[in-house]
């Protein structure tokens, strides 16, 4: 077992049904050769078999029968696949062939490392709250979506500003006068959402973010509410195009008077995890979320999983302004 990979999955099966799921628009040889390759050492192994390959979308993964997704590609293939899956959340994980890698966090290089122990059922397991929305239509069901991230309500290019009607838990909360509204998870909150000023959420949180997106009235802030109670969104006013986007893939046209019904759906995106770093360190090795610079890490090092520091606890690192406060006897 691979020292990073902590714990064994209960009822963990003795020969699992794994898939392989690749997203070859982007770097297309090197993904396409990626799950060959993987396919190669899985088929001739004794460790799983191969449930299903899948390099054009064309599989059917809200019903197929697996114990396991190897995922290549980029965090954005990780955001479809959570809402292909829909209902039928398998455990996930994510070797990177993207940019930031915030979800898909190995990398093929070290992979095979850690496979066995995956395969073994060695690893950890990190629930990740979807979204999900019905867009009515009077009495009419236009779509039902999924989102990992998070569902945008946004005008066209083209349009004036748009008033959307929101309400919470039945209770009635404001209009706002704006581009659009974001409706964000935690794991959406490193988003769309962070890039229209809302806030950062633990990815362990069981809460949503609204964020308006360049609203009109200036103390009209995002709002953090528990996920649970259903969230109404009306348009009420737009002069032309609106569009519901989940995301940022899907697309479905929106017209005046259509409501979005927001729900938590039941099942959790299921993702696995390396353990080599924490959701802090992610912070400060993708968005260059440093402070000073000068960080030092912690005596207990985050990145040792025999002493890792779990996502929901925050240990305040030492700072120059720190060391220097404590050299003068502050």
Not at 52 to 73: Q, R
Not at 179 to 185: H, V
Not at 266 to 280: E, H, M, N, Y
Request: aromatic share 8%.
């Amino acid at each position: 077992m691979t020292p990073h990979m902590v714990g064994q999955q209960p009822n963990w099966p003795e020969r699992p049904q794994v898939v392989l799921v690749g997203n070859p628009r982007a770097r297309r040889h090197e993904v396409t050769s990626a799950v060959a390759e993987l396919e190669r050492f899985l088929t001739g192994g004794t460790l799983a078999d191969v449930a299903g390959v899948d390099l054009d979308g064309s599989l059917d993964l809200s019903s197929i029968k697996a114990d396991l997704i190897l995922n290549v590609g980029g965090d954005g293939s990780l955001l479809s696949l959570a809402r292909r899956m829909h209902t039928n959340q398998i455990p996930v994980a994510g070797i990177n062939f993207g940019k930031f890698g915030f979800l898909a966090e190995f990398e093929y290089e070290d992979f095979y490392d850690d496979l066995t122990a995956i395969l073994t059922g060695y690893f950890q397991i990190r629930e990740r709250s979807m979204i999900g929305g019905q867009l009515m239509r009077g009495e009419t069901q236009v779509a039902d979506t999924y989102a990992l991230n998070d569902l945008v309500i946004s005008r066209s290019h083209y349009s004036r500003i748009a008033q959307l009607e929101v309400w919470y838990d039945h209770h009635y909360c404001t209009n706002y006068h704006a581009d659009g509204l974001i409706l964000a998870t935690p794991a959406g909150s490193t988003a769309h959402s962070l890039s229209a000023g809302g806030p950062i959420l633990m990815p362990n949180m069981d809460a949503y973010v609204i964020t308006p997106i360049c609203p009109h009235t200036l103390t009209v802030r995002p709002l953090v509410v528990p996920a649970g109670p259903p969230i109404r969104v009306a348009v009420a006013y737009s002069d032309d195009r609106v569009a519901l986007i989940a995301d940022g893939q899907d697309t479905v046209e929106m017209e005046l008077g259509d409501e979005l019904i927001v729900y938590k759906p039941a099942q959790p995106f299921r993702l696995i995890r390396s353990g080599r770093r924490t959701f802090f360190e992610t912070m400060r090795r993708k968005l260059n979320w440093a402070g000073h610079g000068n960080i030092r890490l912690p005596k207990q090092a985050a990145t040792d999983p025999r002493t890792a520091i779990p996502e929901a606890e925050y240990h305040q690192e030492d700072t120059p302004h720190r060391d220097a406060d404590e050299a003068a006897g502050k």
